[in-house]
Antibody, heavy 118, light 110 residues
């Protein structure tokens, strides 16, 4: 059974940083592109970033580029999202997702809440 | 990148069929046969319902079907059931490897 478990969310002040983690199991992690998708309270889904199987390519939404960095550790079956210079509009539930191909997300974690507030 | 356009809400009575549209451009929906649809119940993670325009993952009811014409994709739910009441989002592969989602549609079962 595929499992994706996010962690690292919490309350952070504007301008602060946070590092999210996603622990993967139940599949060969190194064979799949991975992604982060977020959802602000009461709003729709927003894609954040994609990362290639070996970490050699990353793609970011305009809202994340320059502030967020996506990385992965295939030896530890883990995905990371380093978020810097956080703003109030980054407040959201952040989901880790497995890409079944062509950026179509077959499996999702339960999400971790990030709240940016003073 | 712009979000794909969906109607804000669609409703139907039990047993009826409803269709949700997803309008994009030739750089996303119209250019690739990699449109996906997600169902999300309140407080839950999204669930993949359709991929590659019209394919269903294992375990998804055949009451859900997808199609595409030009730059617009559609999700049809037939034999509407109470459990289908949820938010639905489309998404598409794009020419620049980004992944826009649709604006979302709230489905209400009357």
């Amino acid at each position: 059974e595929v499992q994706l478990v996010e962690s690292g969310g919490g309350l952070v002040q504007p301008g602060g940083s946070l590092r999210l983690s996603c622990a993967a199991s139940g599949f060969v992690f190194s064979n799949f592109w991975m992604a982060w998708v977020r959802q602000a309270p009461g709003k729709g889904l927003e894609w954040v970033a994609n990362i290639k199987v070996d970490g050699s390519e990353e793609y970011y939404a305009d809202s994340a580029r320059g502030r967020f960095t996506l990385s992965r550790d295939n030896a530890k079956n883990s995905l990371f999202l380093q978020m810097n210079t956080l703003r109030a509009d980054d407040t959201a539930v952040y989901y880790c997702a497995r890409n079944r191909g062509w950026f179509q997300f077959e499996d999702w974690g339960q999400g971790t809440l990030v709240t940016v507030s003073s | 990148q712009s979000a794909l356009t969906q109607p804000a809400s669609v409703s139907g009575s039990p047993g009826q069929s409803i269709t949700i549209s997803c309008a994009g451009t030739s750089s996303d929906v119209g250019g690739y046969n990699h449109v996906s649809w997600y169902q999300q119940h309140p407080g839950k993670a999204p669930k993949l319902m359709i991929y590659d325009v019209s394919s269903r993952p294992s375990g998804v009811s055949n009451r859900f079907s997808g199609s595409k014409s030009g730059n617009t994709a559609s999700l049809t739910i037939s034999g509407l059931q109470a459990e289908d009441e949820a938010d639905y989002y489309c998404s598409s592969f794009t020419s620049d490897s980004r992944t826009p989602f649709g604006t979302g549609t709230k489905v209400t079962v009357l």
